[in-house]
């Protein structure tokens, strides 16, 4: 093939160009800098490691164009090569807490997007029964339900049944696990994974766990207390086997291991900078 018909480079679906955001006279990330790939049929997953505070939710709001956060004080944040255009179906948030309506049914939480879309009534029911299903929820069960009679874990599965039923492009997701009990929290972490590989989306995944961390992630990112900056970017294995067989792997907990060491030293001196 001559070079002149060679396909060209695929553009970053994400990048910060020394991103620097204020909110009056505090820094809260400073000169973020970051490209991510457009991979056509896979997307890349990238994990989010930092203390409390340093900007990680922050980068998430950058990327989906949410106020007040966006636009940067400083810096340029693009996606798919151009501006942050206003939040949209091609970019979509999970949050830590449970964001679905209280007065929808699971059902129609589901559809909601399709709703907003204009997709008819029948083919929203049909799709959302189906995504419904896709989380592992129980359609005759628990489509009717309202989201006060779910547990945790059922409302992040409808929480993602509703985001991914949209087929967005870049999938945000901030701490979404936090708050489930560890066995729960690995069935969703598999099962992410397992919807993930057919989504093809470029995911986000904030998390303040090392493990779900480098279980998950392409790559990860570990980033410094506040003003956040990027500390160190990790390439480590992607997801093959289910969570509690990789997480036993003397190799997985070698990654582990690294990265606990440096945000244990990374705590450490900003402690000993505090006094
Ligand atoms: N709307 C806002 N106005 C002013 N300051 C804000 C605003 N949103 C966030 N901040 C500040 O920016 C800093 C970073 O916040 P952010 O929520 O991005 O942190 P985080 O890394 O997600 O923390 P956590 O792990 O606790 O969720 C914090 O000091 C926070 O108080
Ligand atoms: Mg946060």
Redesign the pocket.
């Known amino acids: 093939m001559s070079e002149a018909t060679a396909p060209p480079a695929p553009a970053n679906i994400v990048e910060f160009r020394q991103v620097t955001?204020r909110?009056?006279t505090?820094t809260?990330?400073r000169d973020v800098t970051f490209c991510v790939p457009d991979l056509p049929q896979k997307g890349e997953f990238i994990a989010i490691l930092?203390?409390?505070?340093?900007?990680?939710?922050?980068?998430?709001?950058l990327i989906a164009g949410l106020r007040?956060?966006h636009p940067p004080t400083e810096g340029t944040v693009l996606i798919a090569g151009g501006n942050v255009g206003p939040p949209g179906s091609d970019r979509s948030m999970v949050f830590?807490d449970y964001t679905s309506f209280d007065n929808r049914t699971v059902e129609d939480n589901v559809a909601f997007g399709l709703e907003c879309r204009g997709v008819s009534a029948r083919e929203r029911r049909e799709r959302a029964r189906e995504w419904i299903a896709k989380v592992g929820l129980d359609v005759d069960r628990d489509a009717r339900k309202y989201p006060g009679e779910l547990s945790g874990g059922m409302r992040q599965r409808v929480a993602i049944a509703r985001t991914l039923i949209l087929s967005p492009r870049i999938i945000l997701m901030?701490?979404p696990f936090g708050a489930l009990d560890p066995t729960t929290r690995l069935h969703m972490q598999e099962l992410l994974v397992q919807l993930w590989k057919e989504a093809q989306a470029t995911v986000f995944f904030?998390t303040?766990s090392i493990e779900e961390a480098v279980y998950l992630g392409d790559r990860v990112y570990v980033?410094s207390s506040?003003?956040?900056t990027i500390l160190r970017e990790m390439a480590v294995p992607p997801p093959d086997r289910p969570p509690k067989d990789m997480q036993r792997d003397p190799a997985f907990l070698e990654y582990v291991y690294e990265i606990r060491d440096l945000m244990d030293t990374l705590m450490s001196s900003t402690r000993a900078g505090d006094d």
């Open positions: 955001k909110f009056g505090m809260v990330i930092g203390p409390s505070g340093c900007g990680k939710s922050t980068v998430l709001r007040p956060h830590q901030d701490e904030v303040h980033f506040a003003p956040g």
